[in-house]
């Protein structure tokens, strides 16, 4: 007929939850409904995340009452656990009202599940050791008329219950006349069980004994059921003379309502509607009492449970100023996860900080999360912030900075060009093949343009002409330089004796090289635009905090082509122009070539490794400063000394002066 723990074990475990206490010791009594207890306890424990810090058991099977046997005590005062849960029956409501002289409430907080039918006369002296504690008790509606019988009630009335006669003894040192008196004087008339403690009167809110009510109404409710059924088996029931296990079937089905409003069932399924109100109980000084209600339990059946508390109305135990902690390890907080600590239950563990990517928006999490590819993780860890879109643009200090110098190159090789142009009769300019020149000093300006492509947001347009247009600039403008070279080769060749260098020389053969070398060029980009062209992409890993729009190559291989047959023909330019170098002192222009080619060289053998070694704009402005540093190499070392002989050395811009003596040397 008891009511089953399972609903207060989950109650319990829904009120270490409320206030967050995750470690927690446990006093059972050491026999089959601690045990049970233990294990739905333990269970609800599991699913709920709180630990067990410290369990003891004890004994029910002899009487504590030497100082080793609270050796317990010192355990459970040693935990680092500031809450112990006590299920209480009449065994352990002793032992703890014996340890109160171990001082067992210093700064520990007690959920208890004393009865107090339980406890007994001796209530009064547990409420006294423990003050603060939690105890959940179970709701009892009081029986109709019990008090009543209670207050009234006298061995006179009943004289064949002996019990009564031994408790009026007892109590009241007395007997009735006509009952077992003994030695003692005849009671009173007003003698009552109302002038006992209040415990007494309080048996009409009993568990146990509505228990005994309830069993009483159950087994009369069978039996009428057997009678109404009638049959051979039960026709001696008046005699009470029948076969017991009869009344079986009928006990089992048999349900009621009692006058209280209760459902009363012997079905093991039966769904139990159980409330328990949860008490603060309180000593203050001169032995004053208070029991405060401060929250309630109500079972629902297969819908679990609700628990309400009122946490303004608890007064905590002395030496809590405010709400207890009881926690193996410090919450983690946000931007923080858990690692569980080796050897230890699961809540005690240690706090690290989220990794670079990740964060945490809740105490106590498990794991971090990372941040979308948009976003990134602030310095606290616990939110995402969006991440800006950056390029290498105009207004960047250091897209600035390259833009200008292309710009002022750009102006330069065009002043240069109107040189050559305006002073197109003169020796110098057509000692050096003037068409060659115009082309390269063409090539060598859009070089210095094309690299303005490579700043600015990026698009389809922009990604596919950067790469294309700085391949075959760049190829003109070294085939140039490789024809130039020939040139020199070939018109220092015609002073030998024979006619085919000299037809050769005149005839413009030379200048071929420049489309036939670009032709090639431009057929490698079109199978590179044709498998896998430049496109726009999105790098949101080089830098944490931005997204980088920047232009993939594509086909790499193709890409890798393309510097290569660049690489081919610039090592070719440069070793023609340095077998050439010691030519005699008029066609000494080879001796130019060759340090132009060298330093175009040196550039770009620079540029690989630098250009893989860095993410993001910084790749871009590489690129752009190797074009432009390039670029001024072939303007810088080709063009600067004629423009010297031009402007500075004129006695030498003449055919004369160029048969006589070298150019570039002072008189």
């Keep these: 007929m008891a009511t089953s723990h399972t609903c207060l074990a989950s109650g319990m475990v829904s009120l270490l939850v409320h206030f967050e206490w995750t470690w927690v010791s446990i006093l059972v009594p050491d026999d089959a409904k601690g045990e049970q207890f233990l294990w739905d306890l333990r269970r609800e424990m599991a699913v709920k995340g709180v630990c067990m810090a410290l369990m003891e058991k004890l004994p029910v099977t002899k009487e504590m009452n030497k100082p080793e046997d609270w050796i317990f005590i010192l355990r459970i005062l040693d935990s680092s656990a500031n809450v112990v849960i006590v299920y209480g029956d009449r065994s352990t409501s002793t032992a703890l009202f014996f340890a109160g002289g171990y001082h067992l409430t210093r700064h520990k907080l007690w959920i208890t599940t004393s009865q107090r039918e339980e406890i007994g006369l001796s209530l009064n002296l547990f409420l006294n050791t423990f003050h603060g504690s939690l105890v959940f008790i179970h709701q009892s509606s009081e029986i109709p008329g ?77 039996l009428h059921e057997m009678i109404v059924m009638g049959g051979e088996e039960t026709g001696s029931l008046r005699d009470a003379r029948f076969p017991v296990w009869l009344l079986h079937p009928f006990l089992k089905h048999t349900q009621l309502e009692n006058s209280v409003g209760e459902r009363v069932s012997l079905d093991e399924n039966r769904l139990e509607m159980s409330r328990y109100d949860i008490l603060n109980y309180l000593n203050f000084p001169e032995g004053f009492e208070l029991h405060v209600k401060v929250g309630e339990l109500v079972s629902q059946g297969l819908h679990g449970h609700s628990l309400t508390i009122w946490k303004k109305l608890i007064e905590w135990p002395i030496g809590f100023e405010e709400t207890p902690h009881s926690v193996c390890s410090k919450s983690c907080g946000l931007g923080f996860m858990k690692i569980p600590q080796e050897g230890q239950p699961s809540c005690c563990f240690h706090c690290i900080l989220c990794p670079e990517r990740g964060i945490t928006n809740e105490t106590d999490s498990d794991q971090c999360k990372e941040c979308p590819q948009s976003e990134y993780p602030n310095m606290e860890r616990n939110r995402c912030l969006p991440k800006t879109v950056t390029f290498l643009a105009y207004q960047d200090p250091l897209g600035m900075a390259l833009a200008c110098t292309a710009l002022c190159f750009s102006v330069i090789t065009a002043m240069v060009l109107w040189v050559f142009v305006k002073y197109r009769d003169s020796a110098m300019v057509k000692a050096n093949n003037r068409t060659l020149s115009y082309v390269l000093l063409l090539s060598l300006l859009f070089c210095f343009l094309c690299s303005l492509l490579f700043i600015g947001r990026p698009n389809t347009v922009t990604c596919v002409l950067s790469n294309i247009s700085f391949a075959v600039i760049f190829t003109v403008a070294v085939s140039t330089v490789l024809a130039k070279t020939i040139t020199v080769i070939l018109a220092f060749m015609i002073l030998r ?69 660049l690489g081919f023909l610039a090592l070719g330019a440069f070793s023609l122009a340095y077998l050439a170098r010691n030519l005699p002192d008029t066609f000494n222009e080879a001796k130019f070539l060759t340090f132009s080619m060298l330093v175009f060289c040196s550039v770009w053998v620079t540029f690989l490794p630098v250009y893989h070694s860095t993410q993001g704009n910084v790749m871009v402005a590489v690129e752009i400063f190797s074009i432009l540093a390039s670029s001024v190499g072939l303007l810088g070392c080709i063009f600067a000394p004629k423009c010297y002989a031009i402007f500075l050395r004129p006695d030498g811009n003449t055919s004369k002066g160029l048969k006589g003596k070298a150019y570039f040397r002072r008189k």
């Design 497 to 565: 004796p024979g006619r085919i260098m000299r037809q050769l020389l005149v005839s413009g053969v030379v200048n071929s090289v420049v489309p036939i070398c670009s032709l090639i060029q431009l057929i490698i980009c079109g199978i590179w635009l044709g498998t896998s062209p430049p496109f726009i992409d999105i790098d949101s890993s080089s830098e944490p905090r931005s997204i980088i729009v920047e232009c993939n190559k594509g086909s790499v291989s193709a890409f890798y082509c393309v510097l290569g047959y």
């Design 146 to 222: 019990l008090k009543h019988f209670l207050r009234t009630v006298n061995p006179s009335k009943y004289p064949e219950d002996i019990f009564l006669s031994k408790l009026w003894a007892n109590h009241f040192n007395c007997c009735f006349a006509g009952t077992f008196c003994g030695e003692n004087p005849e009671c009173p008339p007003n003698a009552s069980l109302a002038s006992l403690p209040k415990p007494f009167m309080d048996m009409a809110r009993m568990k146990s004994i509505q228990y005994l009510y309830n069993s009483v109404h159950l087994v009369a409710r069978a």
